[in-house]
């Protein structure tokens, strides 16, 4: 089990232009009327805190190993982050204010040789500190939370996966689980759905991009 621990954290780049958000099928799991996702779910919180999220502004950190690993990914995943957190009524704050909390994501896939590509993990890892000196660049705060969701057996992009562990993500943001729990997602969720259709309205909006390329072939994510 993690614990709530200090790291350090760089400003997480947004790349401009228009990084296609291609998202695949995903097959069913093991109940052919409602095909489902299975997510592994790693939450903790400090003791006494309240879940209360609405009306928090924002600020994302990105990990220095994720940046180093995963440039292209950037804008895709800060998107789907960002339009989750939007759904739990936050928001990010402006670059001349301080934020309520800063946000350190981390996103990567096991590539540990001796792992089946079936049982390689894709995850997504967010952890909030809080913004006591109200500093615009980084937090000296405690961290109050940190939640790691995960999928197996993603096939193609990374990034096919983000809208849904960004959603469920999200969901457990300030919960305990105590140990990793592993939980099954509705393929149809309308949460799940509009995180994706969140994620490609902003990339279809960044000065330069394609109409349309975002969005292309957007129906889920494919695994082994």
């Known amino acids: 089990m993690k614990t709530i621990a200090s ?41 006494g805190l309240e879940q209360k999220l609405s009306g928090l502004s924002y ?54 040789p001796r792992v089946e590509a079936a049982s390689r993990e894709t995850f997504l890892q967010l952890s909030a500190r809080t913004n006591p000196t109200r500093s615009l660049e980084k937090s000296a705060g405690p961290e109050i939370w940190d939640v790691r969701v995960a999928i197996r057996g993603v096939t193609g992009r990374m990034e096919a996966a983000m809208p849904l562990l960004a959603t469920v993500a999200s969901e457990h943001i300030g919960t305990d689980s105590k140990l990793e729990t592993n939980i099954e997602i509705p393929q ?21 991009a394609v109409p349309g390329a975002a969005g292309a072939a957007v129906k889920g994510v494919t695994t082994r």
């Open 188 to 208: 149809s969720s309308p949460a799940v759905k509009a995180v994706r259709e969140g994620a490609i309205t902003t990339l279809e909006g960044k000065r330069g």
């Open 59 to 112: 600020r994302l950190i990105a990990r220095k190993s994720a940046v180093a690993n995963a440039q292209e990914q950037i804008s895709v995943i800060k998107a789907c982050v960002d339009a989750a957190l939007a759904g739990r009524g936050m928001f990010e704050a402006p670059g001349n204010a301080a934020p309520d909390l800063f946000i350190e994501v981390g996103f990567g896939v096991d590539t540990t």
């Open 7 to 47: 790291r350090l954290p760089v400003p997480f780049a947004v790349r401009a232009g228009c990084v296609a958000l291609v998202l695949l099928p995903l097959a069913g799991c093991n109940n052919i009327f409602l095909p489902k996702h299975r997510v592994l779910v790693d939450a903790i919180a400090a003791p």
